[in-house]
């Protein structure tokens, strides 16, 4: 298996999941972006692959005897800052969430009130702020940085 971003091989983990529901995964630190493991289930599966630079989530089908190759898209990042009504940081509130592959997404924010949540794969992605009381459904695209700004919270 190979894998690329923006043409480029790059070290990878994957997870792969067949019809049947046969999950298997390897990990790749090569810096050509392949790896070599044992047999794997031939056929349609559903692959996730990640690197720092991005992500991808698909259905591919494993071909017999054939390499396979995975292009990345460039994932996206959200960033924020919980404040007060008073406009003071809001420190050590949780951000949690969904990304629109499904994925459970979230960051703690600091000292400042800020959050980053990183490498979250493109689609529809839906976060809660504390105890859910304020929601916030986002069409995320790969490889940009969205600034939800201050978010007043309770």
Same mark, same amino acid.
């Given at each position: 298996?190979? =894998?690329?971003? %923006?043409?480029?091989?790059?070290?990878?983990?994957?997870?792969?999941?067949?019809?049947?529901?046969?999950?298997?995964? #390897?990990?790749?630190?090569?810096?050509?972006?392949?790896?070599?493991?044992?047999? %794997?289930?031939?056929?349609?599966?559903?692959? /996730?692959?990640?690197?720092?630079?991005?992500?991808?989530?698909? =259905?591919?089908?494993?071909?017999?005897?054939?390499?396979?190759?995975?292009?990345?898209?460039?994932?996206?990042?959200?960033?924020?800052? %919980? =404040?007060?009504?008073?406009?003071?940081?809001?420190?050590? +509130?949780? =951000? +949690?969430? /969904?990304?629109?592959?499904?994925?459970?997404?979230?960051?703690? #924010?600091?000292?400042?009130?800020?959050?980053?949540?990183?490498?979250?794969?493109?689609?529809?992605?839906? %976060?809660?702020?504390?105890?859910? /009381?304020?929601? +916030?459904?986002?069409?995320?695209?790969?490889?940009? +940085?969205?600034?939800?700004?201050?978010?007043?919270?309770?």
């Amino acid at each position: 298996m190979r =894998v690329t971003n %923006l043409g480029a091989p790059t070290a990878f983990d994957i997870g792969c999941q067949s019809p049947d529901g046969e999950s298997f995964g #390897t990990s790749s630190r090569r810096s050509d972006g392949t790896y070599v493991s044992g047999p %794997l289930p031939y056929g349609e599966v559903t692959c /996730t692959v990640s690197t720092s630079a991005g992500a991808a989530r698909g =259905v591919t089908r494993i071909p017999q005897h054939a390499p396979l190759e995975l292009a990345l898209e460039p994932a996206a990042t959200i960033v924020g800052r %919980l =404040v007060d009504r008073a406009g003071a940081p809001v420190r050590n +509130r949780v =951000v +949690r969430g /969904t990304s629109g592959a499904g994925d459970d997404i979230g960051d703690l #924010t600091d000292e400042q009130g800020a959050f980053t949540i990183e490498s979250v794969l493109p689609g529809r992605a839906t %976060l809660r702020i504390g105890d859910a /009381t304020i929601t +916030r459904t986002l069409d995320l695209v790969g490889g940009n +940085r969205h600034d939800l700004g201050a978010i007043v919270v309770e």
